[in-house]
Each structure stands twice: as C-alpha cells, then as structure tokens.
C-alpha cells in the first residue's frame, strides 16, 4: 500500500484524525477532509505528512472540487474512508424532534458517504480500489432519544453492502462499527475497561488498524462486510440485577 492515495472524510479529529495518522505511518498518501478548518491546520502541523482539505462533505460541488483536486495533484485515489459524521449520538425526544435536526444528520452521515464514493469510482475502478464506511455498533442497538443517529448508521450498513454489489468487482467496499473508543485520553475508570469483555475500552488504532486492512489487498476476498470493534459489548448479555 506504500504511496496509495486515500481520502479520509472527517479527517481532522477523533477517529478520522487517528486513521489518518496510521495510514500516513504506513507510507500511504493521505488527504484528510474536515469542514473544521482550524482542527484540520492542527492535524497538518502535528503530522506535515497528511495533506488536507477543507470541505463540506454533504456538498457535492465542493467534494467534487477536491476530488479533482486530488486527479490533477496525484492522478489517482486508491481509497476512501468515509467517516464524516455528526458524533453526537442524542437527540431530542422523538415527540419534539425537528425534521431539519434529523434531516442534517440523515445528511452528513449517510448521504455524504454515497455522494463522495459515487465521485471517487471512476478512479478508484481503474486502481481496483477499496471504501471502508465508518458506521457504529448503534445500528444494531439504542438508548432512548437516538433515533437519527441510529438510523443513519444503520442506513451506512446496508449503504454498504448495496454499494459493494454495486460495484464489485472492480472496487470493493466495507464497513466498521466501532463501540466505545477512548479519542480523548482522559483517564477512565476500572469499571469502563472491565465492563468490556476484551478487558478494556478500545482506542483509535484498533479502528484504525482494521480500516488499513481493509483497504490492502490482503482483503481482497472481502467486500459488503460490516467489521464490528467493539471489545465484544454487542455480544454481552446485560439484564439490570
């Protein structure tokens, strides 16, 4: 994978700032996209390596610029890594919910993913290239007052193995849910790591170390797949005692 060129969305902080990091360490050319620009000037000056790009990802005149961008710079993009996505996973009681709340949501975290694979396929078919989503273990369970971030999620799910379908087998497409992911570093408790069954509350690299492999060619039998990281909590049966 050594001097492949990969778009990441979202790029900037948290988990997309931790994928970028670990692919530019692995000699991959990364472009990190983030409508955060003063974030973005931050992730360059910490790793000069990355190069990025500010935009809007739900715009898809501005994402085509910087897809284009990209063509006249490099000639090439290899993968992509959509992970934009508003984090925040509450909203408003379902009776009070506001449709522009849901709509921008719906938005950013799954219509956006669609509009920049949709842009990248042409490159990304001449290179036999790979998109890796970035969904969440809440497409598959909730706590009260999340219903748009859940559905977006889920709707990235099965965004991706229809895509996948789509698509294959020239380019090939995944998705990864990740649970609890320390991006902050702030100190937890014991009970945050042991309530886990692989003992403790996961962190970037463990994302972003699946989301490499993913888009190397050791994956190559894989496509349409959901990759949950979760330090086994989905599989965790929890009654209140």
Request: hydrophobic letters at 40%; charged letters at 20%.
């Amino acid at each position: 994978m050594k001097n492949s060129v990969v778009l990441v969305t979202g790029g900037a902080k948290g988990i997309g700032k931790g994928i970028c990091d670990y692919l530019s360490n692995k000699n991959m050319i990364v472009v990190a996209v983030d409508i955060d620009e003063d974030a973005g000037f931050e992730l360059v000056a910490a790793n000069p390596k990355i190069r990025f790009k500010q935009a809007d990802v739900t715009s898809e005149s501005e994402m085509a610029a910087v897809i284009h961008e990209i063509h006249e710079q490099f000639g090439r993009i290899d993968g992509v890594v959509n992970n934009a996505a508003i984090a925040n996973p509450y909203n408003t009681p379902l009776e009070d919910l506001d449709i522009y709340d849901w709509n921008k949501v719906i938005s950013v975290n799954l219509t956006a993913p669609m509009i920049v694979t949709k842009l990248c396929l042409p490159m990304l078919r001449t290179n036999h290239g790979a998109v890796v989503n970035i969904a969440s273990t809440r497409a598959v369970q909730s706590e009260p007052n999340t219903e748009a971030y859940c559905a977006s999620k889920g709707g990235l799910v099965s965004l991706t193995h229809a895509m996948a379908t789509s698509v294959g087998p020239d380019v090939r497409i995944n998705c990864v849910s990740p649970g609890w992911i320390d991006t902050t570093n702030e100190e937890l408790r014991a009970i945050d790591h042991s309530q886990h069954p692989a003992g403790r509350v996961g962190n970037v690299e463990d994302i972003a170390a699946m989301v490499f492999f993913l888009l190397s060619k050791e994956s190559g039998f894989v496509t349409g797949q959901n990759f949950v990281i979760d330090g086994g909590m989905t599989k965790k049966m929890i009654y209140a005692e």
